[in-house]
């Protein structure tokens, strides 16, 4: 089938996972390993320069990338039955390292009309999290690649987000992104999915992906069956502690360290490292991120028509 407004085949899945709900396992045990899948997305960014491009185009949207993006995507179609697009920089880019090397500004209504524009017609998939759980799961992560240094969660929002932690939180109104995509691509073409759903069965999710797309799901299940998850959180990590992490980025302090030969910066890090624990979410903090996204989750659960959904989200 031929879409009149791209000229692409319509058999184009655009993946919205947010960080931290799965994506990496989809990505690397289903995308990029289905024979009838052609993927771009985030775990082939960097070695594949068509990826980039693509992703680039769909981030930044400036004219030559998306030109040139609508011809590798012409291309693809007719090589391979479907077309998958999965990255996280999607929806939270800016909070991402893709943004020390691109300027992303995560807009979700502005990154919908995007999407329609390089992609024309697509199905899309969006995978949510409950907001208490992501965020939990965010800062770990963060702590871990030694973005982060603070172990609770209001001195991490306090400390380390500081200003940006704002709109963080304003990235994660689910509502907001579910009707910026059904807005631009229409109800039928958007579908959502919770990972609490599919945490333990994830292959089912990959099997209704293959089903969007008209591709084998029998072998999207198997892939995922056979194969390890990724990315996933624990509880302890190896970091510095918050006040030398903060020293270390200060201005100055942290072009002198930048000037350091690799070796030497690597033996200064083993002296000061530490292995560290991470605190969970208190139960006063968890009430107080489901009160924040309660009507938003609300708006959601009426736009989905759903007499109910997860627990964890109300």
């Not at 965010?138 to 200003?163: C, N, P, V």
Request: proline letters at 3%.
């Amino acid at each position: 089938m031929i879409d009149k407004a791209s000229g692409f085949s319509s058999r184009i899945l655009l993946h919205i996972g947010l960080p931290k709900t799965g994506t990496t396992s989809l990505q690397e045990l289903f995308f990029s390993s289905h024979p009838e899948v052609r993927y771009f997305g985030q775990t082939n960014v960097w070695h594949d320069p068509e990826a980039n491009t693509v992703l680039r185009a769909l981030l930044l949207g400036r004219s030559a990338d998306i030109a040139a993006a609508r011809t590798i995507l012409a291309n693809a179609a007719v090589q391979r039955p479907a077309i998958v697009i999965s990255d996280e920089a999607l929806t939270l880019g800016e909070f991402m390292l893709r943004a020390t090397r691109w300027p992303v500004r995560s807009d979700h209504i502005a990154m919908a009309r995007r999407a329609r524009e390089v992609l024309g017609d697509a199905q899309v998939l969006i995978v949510l999290r409950n907001q208490a759980d992501w965020l939990q799961s965010w800062h770990f992560q963060g702590l871990k690649s030694g973005k982060y240094a603070e172990t609770y969660y209001r001195a991490w929002i306090d400390r380390d987000l500081g200003a940006s932690a704002e709109r963080l939180l304003g990235l994660l109104e689910y509502d907001v992104l579910y009707t910026a995509y059904r807005d631009v691509f229409g109800q039928h073409q958007v579908h959502v999915r919770f990972y609490e759903q599919y945490r333990d069965q994830f292959e089912d999710l990959a099997a209704e992906c293959a089903g969007l797309i008209c591709i084998d799901a029998d072998r999207a299940r198997r892939l995922v069956l056979e194969g390890e998850a990724r990315n996933v959180s624990g509880s302890r990590f190896e970091g510095l502690p918050p006040i030398l992490k903060r020293f270390a980025t200060q201005g100055l302090i942290e072009r002198i360290l930048n000037t350091l030969p690799v070796g030497a910066l690597r033996l200064l890090r083993n002296l000061v490292v530490r292995d560290r624990s991470f605190y969970p979410l208190s139960e006063a903090d968890r009430s107080a991120i489901r009160e924040r996204f309660a009507a938003g989750n609300a708006r959601l659960q009426r736009a989905l028509g759903l007499s109910d959904s997860p627990s964890s989200y109300h």
